[in-house]
């Protein structure tokens, strides 16, 4: 029972990063709360503590800690210069405002100097804000400095004593929580397995949903490889061992979803949320098939979840044989051939599994190995052996001037906040900055004006919901000081926990514990929460024309660029791997096939304002996730080829097949086509389409067979990338020429 709840928490939580973050800050504010209280100080600078060791907390975000303790230490300095400015120019109505304005463009613009630049301007920013909040005067500085002084401590007691996180456990809590989601993954595909005509829409979207998770948290492993392991080779290792656990279940998805479908299956479905269900029908093979399918994925998930403690014994061994040995035709069951490949699909994954625990937990039990055991971890050593720690790192242009992001989005909130001050003091003279606080986190992460756009309202209708939390709130807290501030501690978990999930929840608690930091301050009102509403909306107006009308970021601007960083990453993982198959040098197929998930990370994320499901635009939301699904079934195949010319070094079974750079060449030039449309839509360009990507092969020589398993393996991966690039032209408006006869 433990051992499945910490699964599940490990799967919905990667790293348990949320849950670190919301113990640290909660830590950090309750014990600044306790050393005030216990040092005699008064509710206003409670209050003030409490936001000064959030803010001390929240903005840190190297990953080492020896750079957290450089960056918290100079921040207590920077807090204190902003508290103390703020004061004395807050009688100074013109020269305060100009002075923040100046303070934001810092702040903005310090994102260019990494985490540290961006901790500092988020704690100068925070903290002038804080000072307006509890309406410090000159006097009162001392005692202000004291309270954050002791809030900044009371956050380093936090981080490095009480909830302390190095970036080897975050690393090691990430690889269980890669085990969970693929068992998970795998649970999917039992479901499918069984699943009936009537639930095949549900279990297709339990599969995108799995298959999905497991690729972010496969992406969040590979961010966090530097940091937490002791050098490039075991990095290097795990990356890889990571990447064939991913590869070979979704393959084993796909190969049971073409075994379960009238027709063959395609890949798109896999990625496509919403996409219709390929027809099924029970298979016909006995159910004695069935039911030995299903039992094999069971222990598959199994031998994913066993803890190593209890991964040794006879039982557990004979499993994973059994398992291992159809990738060798071992006890293939007579049925279709479709069902035969699922076996082998199973064979295949068991043998990534097994790579995986080694990579992660050492050595295994070799003793009651079978003969396609003992190969399988032959390969595996081999691979292990032939990983090389070289990385040629690929050179990035620097940008200068207007054109560096961090310069644009400084000088566009700088513009915004002015535009927010103004309105906010037509508003309210004493809560203006409400407005200027909005306008500089829609600011945030962000990239393009749709973002902004999308970001503007799911924190203003986070702040109307929250408007109302707070003040149910504030009627049921009264003058219960300690009670309020025990609420405020929740919703400050709870805001950090919901921040990476939803936007519009973690609005929606800070304004609930807004409301009650209000009824601390004795200034509560009804009007005042209300002002809140029209101060968010005002900061979000005002971010939103900033961004469109000073040095705009059109979002189709941002896509196209990004699309294009895709297919060149995409050519790149293409060529190389197709390169190394076809008898070339070995490269670093690993680092491009990860620049190719990166890439399409962030395209991804830069759709969301097109795939929103408040978008007026219909069919344009529709195109833009079709197009993202067929790149990620295209970066699917280019991983597989990645994956199969990593083995060709150390298999003597698998031969590279020099025909196979001729056969790649159309798909190349189709990517190609697709990029220049994408650079220039008035480029001359077209796809080709024509005869299949097996049939360009040349013959072999007289008496041999037209190509081997593993060169049929690579044709079937570069149909279907072939097959998904000329489906890719068509929404991007790319002409697509007659075959050629």
Request: charged share 20%; hydrophobic share 50%.
């Amino acid at each position: 029972m433990r051992t499945r709840l910490r699964d599940r928490v490990a799967a919905s939580d990667p790293g348990l990063l949320r849950l670190t973050a919301g113990l640290r800050t909660v830590g950090a504010i309750a014990l600044a709360l306790a050393v005030l209280a216990v040092l005699g100080a008064g509710v206003t600078h409670l209050v003030a503590g409490a936001m000064a060791a959030m803010v001390a907390t929240f903005a840190i975000r190297e990953k080492q800690p020896a750079a957290q303790a450089v960056t918290l230490a100079l921040g207590l300095p920077v807090a204190l210069a902003s508290v103390s400015l703020s004061a004395l120019l807050r009688p100074h109505v013109v020269l305060g405002d100009a002075f923040f304005v100046v303070l934001i463009f810092c702040a903005v613009y310090g994102r260019r100097f990494g985490d540290r630049g961006t901790a500092l301007g988020l704690i100068g920013f925070q903290t002038y804000f804080l000072t307006l909040f509890v309406g410090a005067e000159v006097s009162a500085l001392p005692q202000l400095w004291g309270a954050i002084t002791v809030a900044f401590l009371c956050s380093a007691v936090v981080r490095f004593a009480i909830v302390p996180a190095t970036p080897a456990g975050i690393l090691q809590r990430l690889r269980q929580a890669f085990r969970a989601r693929l068992a998970q993954l795998i649970s999917a595909q039992i479901e499918l397995l069984d699943a009936g005509p009537g639930d095949v829409d549900r279990v297709m979207e339990h599969l995108r949903d799995g298959t999905a998770r497991l690729h972010e948290t496969a992406l969040m492993i590979q961010s966090r490889l530097e940091e937490g392991t002791p050098d490039e080779s075991t990095a290097r290792l795990v990356q890889r061992r990571v990447a064939d656990a991913e590869i070979a279940a979704e393959r084993l998805g796909l190969l049971l979803l073409t075994a379960r479908s009238t027709e063959r299956a395609d890949t798109l479905t896999l990625h496509l949320p919403g996409a219709p269900a390929p027809s099924m029908e029970r298979a016909d093979s006995p159910d004695e098939t069935t039911a030995m399918l299903r039992r094999d994925l069971g222990a598959l998930r199994a031998l994913m979840l066993r803890p190593p403690a209890e991964a040794r014994g006879t039982a557990l061994s004979h499993v994973r044989n059994r398992l291992l040995g159809y990738r060798d035709e071992e006890n293939l069951p007579r049925t279709t051939a479709a069902l035969q490949d699922v076996f082998r699909g199973v064979g295949e994954a068991a043998r990534a599994v097994m790579g995986l625990r080694m990579a992660l937990d050492g050595p295994q039990d070799e003793s009651a190995d079978t003969p396609a055991t003992a190969r399988s971890r032959e390969e595996l050593d081999a691979e292990d052996a032939a990983i090389d720690a070289g990385e040629e790192v690929r050179p990035e242009e620097e940008l200068t001037g207007l054109r560096r992001p961090t310069t644009r989005a400084a000088v566009q909130v700088a513009v915004g906040s002015s535009l927010a001050i103004v309105g906010g003091e037509f508003l309210s003279s004493q809560r203006w900055y409400w407005a200027v606080l909005t306008c500089w986190i829609v600011f945030l992460n962000t990239a393009s004006t749709g973002e902004i756009l999308v970001k503007g309202y799911r924190r203003l209708l986070g702040t109307v919901f929250g408007v109302v939390a707070g003040i149910v709130l504030a009627g049921l807290v009264g003058n219960h000081t300690w009670t309020a501030f025990g609420l405020v501690l929740l919703l400050i978990f709870a805001m950090f926990y919901t921040a990476p999930l939803s936007y519009t929840l973690m609005s929606f608690f800070v304004t609930a514990m807004l409301g009650l930091l209000y009824t601390l301050l004795h200034t509560y009102s009804l009007s005042v929460l209300l002002l809140r509403v029209e101060e968010t909306a005002l900061g979000a107006a005002c971010g939103i024309i900033a961004a469109a009308l000073v040095l705009p970021i059109r979002t189709d601007r941002r896509t196209n660029e990004l699309l294009g960083t895709v297919l060149e990453r995409l050519v790149d993982v293409t060529e190389g791997a197709v390169d190394q198959l076809s008898g070339g040098p070995a490269a670093d197929l690993l680092d491009t096939a990860r620049d190719l998930d990166q890439a399409l990370g962030d395209l991804r994320g830069a759709t969301q304002p097109l795939t929103h499901p408040i978008t007026p635009l219909r069919a344009r939301r529709n195109t833009a996730r079709y197009v993202v699904a067929l790149l990620e079934t295209c970066a699917y195949h280019a991983r597989s080829l990645a994956a199969t010319a990593e083995l060709l070094p150390t298999h003597p079974s698998i031969a590279a097949d020099p025909r196979l750079r001729g056969a790649v060449r159309r798909t190349v030039r189709n990517i190609e086509a697709i990029a220049a449309h994408v650079a220039d839509e008035h480029a001359q360009v077209e796809v080709e389409t024509g005869p299949s990507i097996a049939s360009l092969l040349e013959p072999g020589a007289e008496g041999t067979s037209r190509y081997g398993r593993i060169t049929g393996r690579v044709l079937r991966h570069l149909e279907r990338l072939d097959e998904a690039v000329v489906g890719l032209a068509r929404p991007l408006g790319v002409p697509v020429a007659a075959p050629k006869r």
